[in-house]
């Protein structure tokens, strides 16, 4: 009942994500037009972090998710890196629409959402992995990075046919880049009309 409540809350704020920037433009264009280029090189940089990320986390979890605790590479360093990831590339998406309030909707939404998220998923571990999971929880982060405790192993195995789907997963970022500069061109052309305008 809970997971088909945030499945539905997330639904609907991407819903009423997706209509604001539909509908909407940016102020800096017309008040500080350097600002809107700024905005885009931000998070599409962001985004370039986010996707290389999210195919690293892959290589370690594709395929591996529910046989093992996936301790090495990202995952080394704190215990979610895959949402981590996640967080960068939907700030990145937020930026990209040269707009400060929409990655500020993003944020608060991630934070009111995820560490629900985080919270049932690592139950769910404590149950398979008990001891070692209670080992990993007390040494590795639980959400921000610790570059200094990383470690990758010389070899890895990766399934190929399940890391081939999170590729495409992890390039939804890039190909939203496209999606946001053609809404843009459809505002400038009086296609999509603006009803509101934003910072």
Same mark, same amino acid.
């Given at each position: ?5 945030? *499945?539905?809350?997330s ?16 102020l ?7 600002v809107t ?8 940089i962001?985004i ?19 046989d093992?605790l996936i ?11 895959l ?13 990209a ?7 500020t ?30 080992n990993y929880?007390?040494n590795v ?10 470690h990758e192993?010389?070899e890895y195995?990766?399934?190929?046919i399940?890391?081939?789907k999170? *590729? ?9 880049i ?13 296609i999509?009309?603006?009803i509101?305008?934003?910072?």
């Amino acid at each position: 009942m809970i997971e088909k409540l945030r *499945i539905l809350l997330s639904r609907i704020f991407v819903g009423f994500l997706s209509v604001l920037i539909f509908f909407s433009s940016s102020l800096w264009e017309d008040k500080a037009p350097f600002v809107t280029s700024v905005l885009f090189l931000f998070g599409t940089i962001l985004i370039g972090i986010a996707t290389l990320g999210r195919l690293w986390c892959s290589v370690y979890i594709a395929g591996y998710k529910t046989d093992r605790l996936i301790m090495e590479g990202p995952y080394s360093m704190c215990r979610n890196p895959l949402y981590f990831f996640s967080l960068i590339g939907a700030l990145g998406v937020g930026f990209a629409s040269e707009t400060i309030i929409v990655p500020t909707l993003i944020l608060i939404a991630f934070w009111g959402y995820y560490p629900l998220v985080i919270k049932s998923e690592e139950a769910e571990l404590m149950k398979l992995h008990k001891s070692e999971f209670e080992n990993y929880r007390k040494n590795v982060p639980m959400f921000f990075p610790k570059i200094s405790i990383l470690h990758e192993p010389e070899e890895y195995i990766v399934k190929p046919i399940v890391f081939k789907k999170h *590729i495409f997963d992890a390039l939804w970022f890039i190909w939203l880049i496209g999606i946001l500069k053609v809404i843009e061109e459809l505002h400038k052309l009086k296609i999509i009309p603006t009803i509101i305008k934003t910072y």
